[in-house]
């Protein structure tokens, strides 16, 4: 991270604008996220200016309810706004190019399986026709309870067995709009069977295994050794098996997956063109196509870069739909056909945005910490001669001037190494030792503050803003909240959501409280470049100091585990009404230590009963004071039933 001398001057000067551009709010927030005067993070459901709320105002009013961090924050109108989006800018596309079909989204639960969000998501979506999307049969068996509209499609995929088949068939009978996709070859003679079984012509939909190449962490979703699809001579026989029971009008809908979080627009337009010419064939061979399905992959820009690169992505929503709107509509003008009905899967787009991870900071390690007295001697052991790399150390640190900053980092480099080498051969004490530790990181933090006040970084330095950056030790598990951070390398936007409107003066590397040397950020979202580490404020006593992670609607909270056992957090729901006021719609409370020693299949009714009986052998045996085996006793009941997370002491 190249570091600008300003960065560190005193706070005069800076204020909510200087924070909102040093932290990027306006690229990557896409209009819902800002800072305001006070100083705190504020969010746009519906992008307008005015109708915001005060992220850290909600946190205090959380912590008035006794919910502490760390929390998912949903803001569900965010959702409502996102889908409108959707809907607007196909609307756009589709009467600018004078397509003579409609646009549908379908939602992918599997991208966020939380009933509120997917009823959100289908309470909001039902203006516009929008429906549902499963993978699983779980997912079916939800969906086909709460999708009753007979106008809005539920699309079908993943592997399916005999049972999952049947489902669809009786779901069809009961009259839902559901259109099952053959993912392999079998699956259509399951489907043919449960047909004729229950004297039903069903909607049928096959994916296209497309030569098109995906792009990205997902790039192998989409091509030839893709997991799912067919390929064109197993769609072919597909037409002809339906063909055979007279049933090609059956086949309704063509489907294609290029993989999530697709970066690069000329990916999607290759996808679509070659399924759109998949379509068109299709339709010509006498297929009863009316659906045309381009999959997910809409991206998310999660550090605002608007670049072909894997968190991010180098076109608009604008231009997404113009695109796909107009390479299906000229495909089929060119073969004479009508347009068909277009529909996306577009998940991460619909969910990411609505959904804030907040957590508070429990500590920190600085390695800038270290004293240095004026006279050598004053710093060691009373008596004892002290070794020549650590009078060296000395030297360079007190060398350290703008004009020798490069030539005393090098020489406290070389007199470590030796003081190390002469430790691990015995001819170095443990507190000789801990004197050189304390000259070398010492030298360190000199050399850098010379080095700030410079125009220009030199280029042997420039990694030493990242070697000195504290640790931040905040309450939060990254394997449960934010597992692609940990899993894929996703980077999600994180930044203070107070005291915006101050200068931060530290850099910081992000630990959570596993015990897990992974359990840590160190790569954070940059216009230019991955930053190394976060700016972050010096921690005040007595004082929270509250970070959020941003963008996590899309399936961080699905793929979270119990590592350490740290279940999930406390879910808030928010609304905003038209005067402004922020209101709770809804709470759900995170795991207690109870209930994830139970998802173990530990014998939680037996645990207390247990500590208990060892209590009383401990008094009997003046071990414990029976005042001491109550107090325990009390911990112990009170700590099952808690929070799984670290909670403040209550206690004065």
């Given at each position: 991270m190249n570091t600008t001398p300003s960065q560190f001057a005193s706070n005069v000067g800076w204020d909510a604008e200087d924070s909102s551009h040093l932290y990027q709010v306006n690229a990557w927030g896409g209009g819902y996220f800002a800072v305001n005067e006070a100083g705190h993070v504020v969010v746009r459901p519906d992008q307008q200016v005015g109708r915001e709320i005060d992220l850290h105002e909600v946190v205090e009013g959380l912590k008035a309810r006794d919910l502490t961090a760390p929390f998912v924050i949903r803001f569900s109108d965010i959702i409502a706004h996102r889908l409108r989006s959707l809907n607007d800018a196909f609307a756009t596309a589709i009467a600018e190019n004078d397509y003579r079909n409609r646009y549908s989204a379908v939602f992918p639960i599997k991208v966020n399986q939380q009933r509120l969000v997917v009823e959100e998501v289908y309470r909001s979506g039902r203006e516009f026709g929008f429906g549902l999307e499963v993978g699983s049969k779980p997912e079916l068996?939800?969906?086909?309870?709460?999708?009753?509209?007979?106008?809005?499609?539920?699309?079908?995929?993943?592997?399916?067995?005999?049972?999952?088949?049947?489902?669809?068939?009786?779901?069809?009978?009961?009259?839902?709009?559901?259109?099952?996709?053959?993912?392999?070859?079998?699956?259509?003679?399951?489907?043919?069977?449960?047909?004729?079984?229950?004297?039903?012509?069903?909607?049928?939909?096959?994916?296209?295994?497309?030569?098109?190449?995906?792009?990205?962490?997902?790039?192998?979703?989409?091509?030839?050794?893709?997991?799912?699809?067919?390929?064109?001579?197993?769609?072919?026989?597909?037409?002809?098996?339906?063909?055979?029971?007279?049933?090609?009008?059956?086949?309704?809908?063509?489907?294609?997956?290029?993989?999530?979080?697709?970066?690069?627009?000329?990916?999607?337009?290759?996808?679509?063109?070659?399924?759109?010419?998949?379509?068109?064939?299709?339709?010509?061979?006498?297929?009863?196509?009316?659906?045309?399905?381009?999959?997910?992959?809409?991206?998310?820009?999660?550090?605002?870069?608007?670049?072909?690169?894997?968190?991010?992505?180098?076109?608009?929503?604008?231009?997404?739909?113009?695109?796909?709107?107009?390479?299906?509509?000229?495909?089929?003008?060119?073969?004479?056909?009508?347009?068909?009905?277009?529909?996306?899967?577009?998940?991460?787009?619909?969910?990411?945005?609505?959904?804030?991870?907040?957590?508070?900071?429990?500590?920190?390690?600085?390695?800038?910490?270290?004293?240095?007295?004026?006279?050598?001697?004053?710093?060691?052991?009373?008596?004892?001669?002290?070794?020549?790399?650590?009078?060296d150390l000395y030297d360079a640190y007190r060398g350290v001037s703008e004009r020798r900053l490069v030539e005393c980092w090098h020489d406290a480099l070389q007199a470590r190494e030796q003081a190390l080498q002469m430790f691990n051969l015995g001819y170095l004490s443990l507190s000789h030792r801990g004197l050189a530790e304390r000259l070398y990181w010492a030298t360190c933090a000199r050399v850098r503050d010379f080095a700030r006040r410079l125009d220009e970084m030199p280029e042997e330095l420039e990694g030493l803003e990242s070697i000195l950056s504290d640790i931040y030790f905040c309450n939060f598990s990254l394997f449960q909240s934010l597992p692609d951070s940990w899993a894929i390398g996703q980077m999600f936007p994180i930044m203070p959501i107070h005291r915006l409107n101050e200068r931060p003066t530290r850099n910081a590397v992000l630990a959570d409280i596993t015990c897990d040397s992974d359990g840590k950020i160190d790569r954070f979202v940059s216009l230019r470049d991955t930053k190394r580490t976060l700016e972050v404020h010096e921690l005040k006593n007595g004082e929270d100091?509250?970070?959020?992670?941003?963008?996590?609607?899309?399936?961080?909270?699905?793929?979270?585990?119990?590592?350490?056992?740290?279940?999930?957090?406390?879910?808030?729901?928010?609304?905003?009404?038209?005067?402004?006021?922020?209101?709770?719609?809804?709470?759900?409370?995170?795991?207690?230590?109870?209930?994830?020693?139970?998802?173990?299949?530990?014998?939680?009714?037996?645990?207390?009963?247990?500590?208990?009986?060892?209590?009383?052998?401990?008094?009997?045996?003046?071990?414990?004071?029976?005042?001491?085996?109550?107090?325990?006793?009390?911990?112990?009941?009170?700590?099952?039933?808690?929070?799984?997370y670290l909670e403040p002491d209550t206690e004065s």
């Amino acid at each position: 991270m190249n570091t600008t001398p300003s960065q560190f001057a005193s706070n005069v000067g800076w204020d909510a604008e200087d924070s909102s551009h040093l932290y990027q709010v306006n690229a990557w927030g896409g209009g819902y996220f800002a800072v305001n005067e006070a100083g705190h993070v504020v969010v746009r459901p519906d992008q307008q200016v005015g109708r915001e709320i005060d992220l850290h105002e909600v946190v205090e009013g959380l912590k008035a309810r006794d919910l502490t961090a760390p929390f998912v924050i949903r803001f569900s109108d965010i959702i409502a706004h996102r889908l409108r989006s959707l809907n607007d800018a196909f609307a756009t596309a589709i009467a600018e190019n004078d397509y003579r079909n409609r646009y549908s989204a379908v939602f992918p639960i599997k991208v966020n399986q939380q009933r509120l969000v997917v009823e959100e998501v289908y309470r909001s979506g039902r203006e516009f026709g929008f429906g549902l999307e499963v993978g699983s049969k779980p997912e079916l068996l939800v969906v086909m309870a709460m999708a009753e509209d007979a106008d809005r499609v539920i699309i079908c995929n993943g592997f399916k067995d005999d049972s999952y088949i049947e489902t669809v068939m009786l779901a069809a009978k009961l009259g839902r709009h559901i259109i099952p996709v053959v993912e392999n070859f079998s699956e259509l003679g399951l489907i043919l069977k449960h047909a004729q079984k229950y004297d039903l012509r069903p909607q049928i939909g096959v994916r296209v295994k497309l030569a098109a190449e995906g792009a990205g962490r997902w790039r192998e979703s989409a091509g030839e050794k893709s997991k799912f699809g067919l390929f064109i001579t197993e769609i072919l026989e597909v037409v002809d098996e339906l063909r055979q029971h007279e049933m090609l009008d059956c086949l309704k809908l063509v489907h294609c997956h290029t993989g999530s979080q697709l970066q690069d627009i000329r990916r999607v337009k290759e996808a679509v063109t070659e399924l759109a010419h998949v379509y068109a064939e299709l339709k010509l061979l006498g297929a009863g196509l009316e659906y045309i399905d381009i999959g997910g992959g809409l991206g998310i820009d999660y550090d605002g870069s608007r670049t072909n690169y894997e968190s991010s992505m180098n076109y608009t929503l604008t231009e997404y739909a113009s695109d796909v709107v107009y390479r299906i509509g000229s495909v089929c003008d060119a073969r004479k056909i009508p347009h068909p009905q277009i529909i996306s899967e577009s998940g991460r787009a619909i969910a990411a945005h609505h959904s804030v991870l907040v957590f508070n900071v429990l500590g920190t390690s600085a390695l800038d910490q270290f004293r240095i007295a004026n006279r050598l001697e004053d710093n060691s052991v009373a008596g004892s001669e002290i070794p020549q790399p650590v009078r060296d150390l000395y030297d360079a640190y007190r060398g350290v001037s703008e004009r020798r900053l490069v030539e005393c980092w090098h020489d406290a480099l070389q007199a470590r190494e030796q003081a190390l080498q002469m430790f691990n051969l015995g001819y170095l004490s443990l507190s000789h030792r801990g004197l050189a530790e304390r000259l070398y990181w010492a030298t360190c933090a000199r050399v850098r503050d010379f080095a700030r006040r410079l125009d220009e970084m030199p280029e042997e330095l420039e990694g030493l803003e990242s070697i000195l950056s504290d640790i931040y030790f905040c309450n939060f598990s990254l394997f449960q909240s934010l597992p692609d951070s940990w899993a894929i390398g996703q980077m999600f936007p994180i930044m203070p959501i107070h005291r915006l409107n101050e200068r931060p003066t530290r850099n910081a590397v992000l630990a959570d409280i596993t015990c897990d040397s992974d359990g840590k950020i160190d790569r954070f979202v940059s216009l230019r470049d991955t930053k190394r580490t976060l700016e972050v404020h010096e921690l005040k006593n007595g004082e929270d100091y509250y970070l959020a992670t941003f963008l996590v609607g899309a399936y961080q909270e699905t793929l979270g585990d119990l590592h350490n056992l740290f279940g999930d957090t406390h879910v808030v729901h928010i609304r905003l009404d038209d005067d402004g006021s922020w209101w709770i719609e809804e709470t759900v409370k995170g795991d207690t230590a109870l209930q994830v020693l139970g998802y173990m299949e530990y014998d939680t009714d037996e645990l207390y009963p247990r500590l208990a009986r060892d209590c009383e052998k401990a008094v009997r045996e003046n071990r414990l004071t029976v005042a001491e085996s109550q107090r325990l006793k009390r911990f112990y009941e009170a700590e099952l039933h808690g929070y799984a997370y670290l909670e403040p002491d209550t206690e004065s």
